[in-house]
């Protein structure tokens, strides 16, 4: 594969249109093709946790919000669309084939700092994530509070590894630098965990806004609920993605070299919108479509 410094000098300004607009024509032709569902079926368990977070979930909806889309309710050709898409940018930007870890998704955890101790300090690690790294755009989570093949959903992907998380949201950096122009934002935490963000400029700079969060130790996860916010200020449109989304981190509690500590193992992500239509916020301007389909009473 190619080096990333030869990609960098490769994606010239015109090139970078070019593969913009084309990705763009190829989810409009995608999204105007297919309609939506949204009734949640939660289905998926894990190696031995298998039946005890099935019992957690089951396989019928229990969730009284019918207008979340996950994995399991989004339509094949969302899914199909971004993971392709994300091979190419993976495949492109210089993603180490060489590297085992890279290529699995895994890697080890003898070299991180130890787990977060508690459960609430894991709740703490992942708050942080959101307010002081910016994860969403960045994928700068915090590594010692995940197991190295953790599994990932949401509505478009699934796999295992934190690496390939890791390295699936940061080779799309640069295009997002180049799509948006940085905004300033001044955020505040309070109390109770809720976290207002307001941002000044004629653009919003991308940002993972932290509209809540809780831990739910007797189940054993943090539940978060988030705004992905960005303006793609550079394109004709002036498109934007405003997306909220809700994740829940089921966590174990570990034991390194009698060290206890508490680590992510599935990672379960959802959004308040149908995947293919927030998709189509990338070729329309920026307000059309509204970021959920929840109704606030």
Request: glycine fraction near 6%; proline fraction near 6%; charge should be neutral.
């Amino acid at each position: 594969p190619w080096p990333l410094t030869h990609c960098k000098q490769i994606f010239t300004e015109p090139t970078m249109k070019c593969i913009t607009f084309t990705f763009l024509a190829f989810i409009l032709f995608t999204c105007t093709q297919h309609s939506h569902g949204f009734a949640p079926v939660r289905n998926f368990c894990k190696n031995n946790n298998a039946a005890n977070l099935a019992s957690k979930r089951g396989e019928t909806n229990t969730n009284t919000d019918t207008n979340t889309d996950t994995y399991e309710t989004s339509n094949a050709s969302s899914k199909g669309l971004v993971s392709s898409l994300t091979s190419i940018v993976n495949l492109v930007m210089g993603q180490d084939r060489n590297d085992p870890a890279a290529r699995t998704g895994t890697a080890g955890t003898k070299n991180l700092p130890p787990a977060p101790r508690t459960p609430n300090e894991l709740k703490d690690m992942i708050q942080q994530d959101y307010t002081e790294k910016n994860y969403l755009w960045t994928g700068d989570i915090y590594l010692p509070a995940f197991e190295s093949d953790c599994k990932f959903i949401d509505p478009t992907l699934s796999f295992i590894g934190t690496q390939k998380f890791v390295s699936n949201v940061k080779n799309l950096v640069p295009i997002v630098d180049f799509l948006t122009e940085r905004g300033t934002s001044t955020i505040k935490n309070d109390d109770n965990g809720t976290v207002t963000s307001t941002a000044t400029g004629t653009a919003t700079g991308p940002r993972s806004e932290l509209l809540d969060i809780s831990l739910n130790e007797k189940e054993g996860y943090v539940q978060t609920r988030w705004n992905m916010v960005g303006d793609l200020s550079r394109l004709p449109w002036k498109p934007a993605i405003d997306v909220i989304g809700r994740t829940k981190f089921w966590y174990n509690r570990t034991n390194d070299n009698g060290q206890e500590g508490y680590r992510v193992y599935f990672y379960d992500e959802e959004w308040e919108l149908a995947a293919g239509t927030a998709l189509l916020q990338l070729i329309t301007p920026k307000g059309s479509i509204p970021n959920s389909n929840i109704i606030k009473r």
